[in-house]
């Protein structure tokens, strides 16, 4: 997988080809299988191909052209309301569960979601926002690097206004309402896919002494 992961590039540019549903979908299933906080997964991802509703989507973003030129956007939306101490239970059952493990209601609580970090990371609404953010760019990694897998060329795209920028509330308001978003999800950013134009070269990197250390 190293080997995958160097030789990354960003694509931007892609030919007219379509792309085959079963490579969209399995994109997004790599998503679904990226690990999360406590097992909450707290996102959601569209499909966008038809040429309105990327023009739509392509209003919220300072890269808008990229959207609308790309063959497939994949909506990448965080899901503010997966931090509610229910859900956040219920998913740590289901893993509980999932290990052979019992729990308590009680248990889980007292254990995951009761300790003074957790209760002070739930009580600030700025945390839950890092968090979801957090959550969603493992989940990014997974996606780009799939398809790769699948022969794709694919962008993270993410300089959009949301409720973090603010600059146009109404016309965000309006692309939320056009993908039936409601108030407790945020659009985090948009992976563009297609097949790629050209052969684009390896992103640069850091030099490896600028950012390693190993401590014995």
Not at 92 to 114: C, P, Q, V, W, Y
Not at 116 to 121: C, E, K, S
Not at 156 to 182: A, C, M, Q, R, T
Request: hydrophobic letters at 40%; proline letters at 4%; aromatic letters at 8%.
């Amino acid at each position: 997988m190293l080997k995958q992961i160097t030789e990354w590039k960003s694509v931007r540019k892609f030919t007219n080809q379509p792309v085959e549903e079963e490579k969209i979908l399995n994109v997004m299933r790599a998503g679904r299988g990226a690990p999360s906080w406590k097992n909450i997964q707290p996102w959601r991802f569209i499909a966008v191909m038809e040429e309105a509703d990327k023009a739509k989507l392509a209003e919220g973003f300072s890269m808008g052209v990229l959207i609308k030129k790309a063959p497939v956007v994949i909506l990448c939306v965080g899901k503010l309301a997966a931090w509610e101490h229910t859900h956040q239970r219920d998913r740590l059952r289901e893993l509980m569960s999932n290990s052979g493990t019992a729990m308590s209601d009680e248990d889980i609580d007292k254990t995951f979601l009761n300790n003074r970090i957790a209760q002070a990371l739930a009580d600030r609404s700025s945390s839950l926002m890092a968090r979801t953010f957090e959550n969603m760019g493992i989940a990014y990694g997974f996606m780009i690097l799939e398809a790769m897998n699948q022969g794709l060329g694919a962008c993270i795209v993410g300089e959009i206004d949301n409720e973090l920028s603010g600059v146009d509330s109404s016309k965000y308001g309006g692309i939320k309402s056009h993908f039936n978003l409601d108030s407790s999800e945020i659009i985090t950013a948009a992976i563009i896919l297609g097949y790629p134009a050209k052969d684009f070269p390896v992103s640069p990197r850091k030099p490896e002494e600028d950012i390693f250390q190993v401590w014995r």
